[in-house]
Antibody
């Protein structure tokens, strides 16, 4: 059974960089059939797609976040990561990692991790 | 920028049928947008219900079904149960590797 687990600091200061890692177990991140994505959800609000990466390194980003986001992959560790720079309180959210299929839907999700931006 | 629209809230009686919709601020939704639907209860990660318009994810009861109705994607729940009370999100693939979530529908079963 595929499992995804987010990890990283739960508190980030304003103007700093939010960094999270998603560890994939029970399957290979290097499968050509899948992409890997980040989604976030501010408290009490809806879900927002942040971006997606393929193990080959191809990336796609939400246009509204593109200038601040980098998603990378480490196939040796079966992990992919999110870096969001210059954060503000508006970036406070639960961050989820998920697998994206070739049919463009998210089929496996991590449990999510809450990141608070505060000084 | 593409905006995906959903009803903010909906209510259904236990045992009743409800159809939630997923549209575009400009244009019509078709199968080419690979509409998918997710259920989320408070404090939990989303659960995949429907993908590619009408394919049911593994383990999802057949009272959940997806379709295209007019110019929108639709999620129909037939024989609603109390534990269907959740937030429901649709996602559309708009091309160029970009996915867009709808704002979500809060479904009340009462």
């Amino acid at each position: 059974q595929l499992q995804l687990q987010e990890s990283g600091p739960g508190l980030v200061k304003p103007s700093e960089t939010l960094s999270l890692t998603c560890t994939v177990s029970g399957g290979s991140i290097s499968s050509s059939s899948y992409y890997w994505g980040w989604i976030r959800q501010p408290p009490g609000k809806g879900l927002e797609w942040i971006g997606t990466i393929h193990y080959s390194g191809s990336t796609y980003y939400n246009p509204s976040l593109k200038s601040r986001v980098i998603i990378s992959v480490d196939t040796s560790k079966n992990q992919f990561s999110l870096n969001l720079r210059s954060v503000t309180a508006a970036d406070t959210a639960a961050y989820y990692c998920a697998r994206l299929t070739g049919a463009w839907h998210f089929d496996y999700w991590g449990q999510g991790t809450l990141v608070t931006v505060s000084s | 920028q593409t905006v995906v629209t959903q009803e903010p809230s909906f209510s259904v009686s236990p045992g009743g049928t409800v159809t939630l919709t997923c549209g575009l601020s400009s244009g019509s939704v078709s199968a080419a947008y690979f509409p998918s639907w997710y259920q989320q209860t408070p404090g939990q990660a989303p659960r995949t219900l429907i993908y590619s318009t009408n394919a049911r994810s593994s383990g999802v009861p057949d009272r959940f079904s997806g379709s295209i109705l007019g110019n929108k994607a639709a999620l129909t729940i037939t024989g609603a149960q109390a534990d269907d009370e959740s937030d429901y999100y649709c996602v559309l693939y708009v091309g160029g590797g970009i996915s867009v979530f709808g704002g979500g529908t809060k479904l009340t079963v009462l």
